[in-house]
């Protein structure tokens, strides 16, 4: 099993080297690229959000799909609301809070979305290791990065990728599905591009 792991995380390092090897603006060969869209957004399922719209209309597209509620204590200008989905209680499914919005002026003013997990005592681990990887880059001065995705299937194994490339430098957090059970690791990689 951990000889199988050790071949997809030496494929996806590969497309690692190759993100590296390219342009800041490169794609990895296979990969489209795609630009950065002219407005930032936030998507909720299939709404995507962007500063500035709307409130009544922002509350009515999520509405139809999530529970949206409105936090006490707000008030005019400013209003504040959670975004949970509906859950299912009877079936033990509970609801899950998915995001935050702000709105002041009635306008979109700030989101708020929850990656999760869930259950954050779970999570600090991990976001621990994060923060300890990216924050080893600062500290050498590497703040111009290109992020990048990658995905490696087979049939006993799925790996997901993310890439933070900062010179001859990656951080790899990755997730990998085998046998059913689930890993995540996060690497710190300094590799020769030759």
């Known amino acids: ?3 199988r792991r050790c071949a997809i995380t030496m494929v996806l390092a590969g497309i690692a080297l190759a993100v590296m090897a390219g342009s800041a603006g490169g794609a990895v060969q296979g990969q489209r690229q795609t630009a950065a869209p002219a407005v930032a957004t936030i998507e ?3 709404t995507a959000l962007a500063l500035g719209m709307p409130q ?11 529970v949206v509620e409105k936090q006490p204590g707000s008030s005019e200008p400013f209003s504040s609301w959670m975004i949970r989905t509906r859950g299912a209680p009877s079936a033990g499914v509970p609801a899950t809070t998915l995001a935050n919005l702000g709105f002041k ?12 997990p869930e259950d954050q005592q779970k ?11 990216l924050a080893q880059l600062i500290k050498e001065g590497r703040r111009s990065c290109v992020i990048d995705t ?3 299937q087979t049939p ?16 790899e957090v990755s997730i990998t599905r085998q046998n059913g059970d689930d890993f995540a690791s996060i690497t710190e990689t300094l590799r020769s591009e030759k």
């Open 56 to 66: 009544q209309k922002v509350i009515d597209a999520l509405a139809g799909w999530y």
């Open 105 to 116: 002026d009635g306008k979109l003013f700030s989101v708020f979305k929850y990656w999760g």
């Open 123 to 133: 999570g600090a681990a991990l976001a621990s290791a994060l923060y300890g990887a």
């Open 1 to 3: 099993m951990r000889m």
């Open 150 to 152: 990658a995905t490696n």
């Open 44 to 46: 909720l399922g299939t």
């Open 156 to 171: 006993q194994a799925e790996m997901k990728s993310a890439f933070i490339v900062c010179g001859g430098k990656y951080i």
